[in-house]
């Protein structure tokens, strides 16, 4: 079964604006997904089978994917059976998109140098190639000391908060029995969360920051996840920053966040226990 030429892959879902490599490694360190996509298509002629570099980033609100969008290029569409938006992009244009954030992004560098002999290959070693990277596990190629210099990268961070983060404001009720630190509800402060199944990553972000890692599942363990469920593959985690860290996180990553404007907003407005 051979590849057979496909007229109009290498152009579709087009990419691309550029960006910054960091940013976009950042983002899918902490999240996506990069990987071959193999199909087999039934014609007259008989059975053809072909791969292709695919990237996909999936989140609940569509705004989000949308301004990722904007920026990279690639399309988006909503999940119907799930309610989520995807954004992914294929072919020649993943590729290109993935090309120069190598140096940024240990866990993919593999699958990344994939996609970069996938495209000089012929039709028969790509299939090889992508078969190969099926059974790919990109957390069992890293450790945490692989982002300790990457966590102080402001343009990385960025782009870690912008696809896993989370932020909000949290109410210490009891806070307001002390008069220094009483507001009109009791101590609110803003609270950043963010998920990932790359615990080496959320590690490192503790080490240099602070705060802590707690676990949400294991690996092998059975997961329900936008109204789906599977076993999964890595452990998952989410690192909560201090109310103190979101501030310096939100002056370091001001004015290079794209997809999480308003967190950040959020944070830098906020009253802390320093201004009660």
Known sequence: ???????????????????????????????????????????????????????????????????????????????????????????KSAVDLTTNMSSHAPSRRAIIEAFENWEVADKVERIGIAQE?????????????????????????AGVIDSRGSIYMCELVNASKNPLRRGLYGWVFPKLNIHSTNIFLLEALKNEYGGYVGVAYRRGEEVKKFN???????????????????????????????????????IQTSSTTENH
């Open 1 to 91: 079964m051979l590849e057979r030429d496909r007229p109009g892959l290498r152009e579709s879902h087009e990419l691309l604006q550029p960006c910054n490599p960091a940013w976009l490694a950042g983002i899918f360190e902490v999240g996506g997904a990069i990987y071959f996509e193999i199909r087999s298509t039934r014609k007259e002629s008989g059975v053809y089978t072909y791969s292709y570099p695919f990237l996909k980033l999936t989140d609940k609100d569509p705004n989000k994917m949308q301004r990722f969008q904007r920026i990279v290029g690639g399309r988006v569409n909503v999940n119907k059976r799930t309610g989520s938006s995807n954004w992914y992009i294929m072919g």
């Open 133 to 157: 990277m099926m059974t790919h596990n990109r957390i069992d190629i890293v450790e945490q000391g692989d982002y300790e210099d990457l966590v102080r990268d402001p343009d990385f961070l």
């Open 228 to 266: 789906r469920e599977y076993v999964s593959e890595n452990t998952s985690a989410q690192w909560q920053a201090g109310h103190k860290t979101c501030k310096e996180l939100a002056q370091m990553v001001g004015g290079r966040v794209a997809l999480l404007l308003e967190g950040i907003q959020l």
